[in-house]
């Protein structure tokens, strides 16, 4: 079973940035993506991105392409999503998880989900 947690969240104005981690320890070799989510109030839980921890091959969902980036660091088993240009609609709290597959966006095909990490955006 992976672990995960993340942090890095907090409070920006419109126009900052941030930068998550996501430190993964336990059976990451099971699973070959590490996924980016998030969760606002009332709403679902939207996949962000991800990243191949074999060939560092990422997908984004498109309201966050150009302005979000997720890479990876092996040697630490810590994924990274750096995010720019954050709009209030970004807020919301983000959890990383690990799948199967980096363009899978299903939030139900990863697990080890962490804790979350919350990030706020104001106008």
């Known amino acids: 079973q992976v672990q995960l947690v993340e942090s890095g969240g907090g409070l920006v104005q419109a126009g900052g940035s941030l930068r998550l981690s996501c430190a993964a320890s336990g059976r990451t070799f099971t699973s070959d993506a590490m996924g980016w989510f998030r969760q606002a109030p009332g709403k679902e839980r939207e996949f962000v991105t991800a990243?191949?921890?074999?060939?560092?091959?990422?997908y984004y969902r498109d309201s966050v392409k150009g302005r979000f980036t997720i890479s990876r660091d092996n040697a630490k088993n810590t994924v990274y999503l750096q995010m720019n240009s954050l709009k209030p609609e970004d807020s919301a709290i983000y959890y990383c998880a690990a799948g199967p597959l980096v363009t899978n966006s299903d939030y139900r095909a990863y697990d080890g989900w962490g804790q979350g990490t919350q990030v706020t955006v104001s106008s």
């Open positions: 990243i191949s921890w074999r060939d560092g091959s990422t």
